[in-house]
Each structure stands twice: as structure tokens, then as C-alpha cells.
């Protein structure tokens, strides 16, 4: 019989040992990635003997390499529940190392996902946060950690005491009993190449429903070109590598802007931490809710955020829960309010209504004054 689920036990703050091992199962998703920073950090400075692992992603491995706060990384996510042979092999190696007793934590950051809680099992660890096949725990941060409502208004009500708000970087690090400054996100950055464009735009993401309109784009980069006197080519478009053929709706909203807008086509030219880089020099980024989104605010760019939420919240996107929470990120709020997505925990991919009147009722009048602000801090900025 398989005793391995038995063994392990819920984690709350006990002693691990001057020199623990711990494993951060992370998602091979951006944005996943860099919310994740807060928490990395704050492990490496309440443990700075611990032997961190991050389970990452081929997608960001070029972050992780460069991350100070982890010793090593593996980038398996992208193969969910194949990577258990591979998981369960380097718990071996290590054992056979005689690198310790085996893993003493594994927090799983990914327990949406079903698999994560398999990771977890086949790691065998000493004590878990998060999603694994164990009872759930009596601690409220224990309950907490596997609650499926982070998105809900209602979320720090429930759990009066143990957070101060459900922003999600909060959120992981106090169900792992870490204190840090939740919002300060830091990402190692590579010096850019010379001539970048000074506004960077980023159009696309993994849910069409998150999607702002062409021509509200057309709109807005037109007016920021006439009332800023931009210059030729001084707008970029940034993102992932574009596919040989447009495959989703965002694919097919960067081609057309691309025939229309007059962008730089920046997409998969520079490398994450040059990215970085290339921001945090930057005056001016304006993205939808996304992985460079995320990019933006963390390397301190004035950043016109996006989301076709209200004034509440309500929208197309858990902007509570992700949305950057800075000085120099301006978050829009759209003229209408649906809960639609919200009702199907945000899984679904397109808008499941017509027309998509959340993003339609963010018009590039009611962006253009964020736009201004962030334009006039960037300004401000060395």
C-alpha cells in the first residue's frame, strides 16, 4: 500500500531546520511566474540555509536561471502529469546524494491545476501548503490555502486577521506563513539594445475574453502619436513569438495592428530579462491583463493597465486578485459590468456573451487620461 500521502503533514510555521529543502511548484504560465517573486524572496530570508528548488517552465527559465533567491530550477511544468517520473527520480537523486532526508516543504503554487497534487505526493515531503492528497487542515491559512475563491470580494471578510487583501502575491505568501512586502516584485533584468521604442504595448493574452478592441487600439495609439508627437516606429509591440499563422483571436489582433498601427513588431526579439531591461527604460507601457503586463509593473514602468472590469471589479478578469498594486500602475475601469466569466471562475476562454460589451466599454477616451498620467511620470523619471 502506498503510504506516501500519510507521511506528509499540513505545514504551519513549524521549525524546519537550519538547512531545509524546499520545492515551490510553480505554472508555465508569465504572469504566474513573477507573482511569484514575493514569495521567493521572503522563503530565501526567513531560510537562507534552505536548499530552494523551483519547479518552472520553459517559458521562463531565462528569469529563473537569473533568480538570486533560488538554488536551482526545473522546468516541468509544461509537462503536468508527465513530469511525475521525472519529479519522483530527482527526489531520488538527491536521497542518494546524501543531500538531506529528503524535501522538508513543498508549496504548491499551481493548485488549480489537478495535477500539482500528484507533484506534491511524489515529492514526499516532511510538510505541504496547498493542493495534495492529505485531509485539509484545521489552521484558517490551511483552509486558505486551498480555498477556490481567491477571486471573491468576500475573501478577506472570511479570513479576517490572516490577510489584509486577496491580492494574489499576499495570498501565496501568507498561507506559507512568509512576511515580506507582498507587492514589491523584483525580476533580474539584462542590459536592452540601444534604440528601443520609448512606449511598449502588449495586445494579446491566453483569453480572448481579456481582449481590448482593434479599433480602440487604433484610436488610442493614434491619438498618443498626434498629443505626445511621437515619432515613426517610437510605439514597439511586445509579447510572445509570433505563430507562423494567427491561430487565436490575440494572434489575429496583433497582425492587424501590426498592418495598421505602424508598431515595431518586438515580439520574441528581446530575452525576458532584456525585456526587463528595455521596461524598466521605458516611458510609457500600456498591456491588457498579461504576462508583460506583469514585466511592466515589476520593472517599474509606468504602466496603463488594461481590464475590462467596473469600478467594483467585475469583469472579464479577477482584477482584485492580479492586477499590479503600484504607484506607477494605473488600472482602467470599463462602463460596463457583467459577470459572466466571473460566474464560470474565469475558465472560459472567449467572452460567453455577444457582443463583448466589458472591453467594447472601455473606450479610448476613458483610457486616455491614464495615459497622460503615466506619460508625465515617465517623464519624471532618469
Known sequence: MNTLPRLMRRFQDEDL?????????????LGNYVVLQPLL?????????????????????????LNPWIDASLPLAEQGPAALPALAQWRRT??????????????????????????????????????APIPTGNHPLQALALDPHWASPALVQRYSGW?????????????????????????????????LPPVLIAVNGERAAKLWPLEHWLALLERLRREMGLAAGAIGLIGGPPPAEPRQAGDRLERALLARGGLRDLRGRLSLPVL????????????VDSGPLHLAAAAGCP??????????????????????????????????????????????PACPLEPHACMDGLPPEAVWPLVQRAWQQGGQRS
Open 17 to 29: 531546520g537550519p538547512r531545509p529543502r524546499i520545492v515551490v511548484l510553480g505554472a508555465p504560465k
Open 41 to 65: 524572496r521572503g522563503l530565501r530570508r526567513k531560510y537562507p540555509g534552505a536548499r530552494l528548488t523551483y519547479v518552472g517552465s520553459q517559458r521562463t527559465k531565462e528569469l529563473e536561471r
Open 94 to 131: 538527491m536521497a542518494a546524494r546524501g543531500q538531506g532526508d529528503g524535501v522538508d516543504l513543498v508549496i504548491n503554487a499551481d493548485g488549480h491545476s489537478p495535477h500539482t497534487a500528484a507533484w506534491a505526493q511524489a515529492l514526499a515531503p516532511r510538510f505541504v501548503v496547498g493542493a
Open 163 to 195: 490577510i489584509a487583501s486577496n491580492s494574489i502575491r499576499e495570498l501565496h505568501c501568507r498561507v506559507a506563513w512568509v512576511h515580506t512586502d507582498f507587492e514589491r516584485v523584483e525580476l533580474p533584468w539584462e542590459p536592452a539594445p540601444p534604440g
Open 276 to 287: 526587463v531591461g528595455a521596461l524598466a527604460r521605458s516611458r510609457l507601457c500600456i498591456a
Open 303 to 348: 504602466t496603463v493597465a488594461l481590464f475590462g472590469t467596473d469600478a467594483d471589479g467585475i469583469g472579464a478578469s479577477p482584477r482584485d486578485l492580479w492586477a499590479p498594486r503600484a504607484e506607477h500602475v494605473w488600472i482602467s475601469h470599463s462602463r460596463h459590468r457583467c459577470n459572466g466569466c466571473q460566474q464560470l471562475r474565469f475558465e472560459n
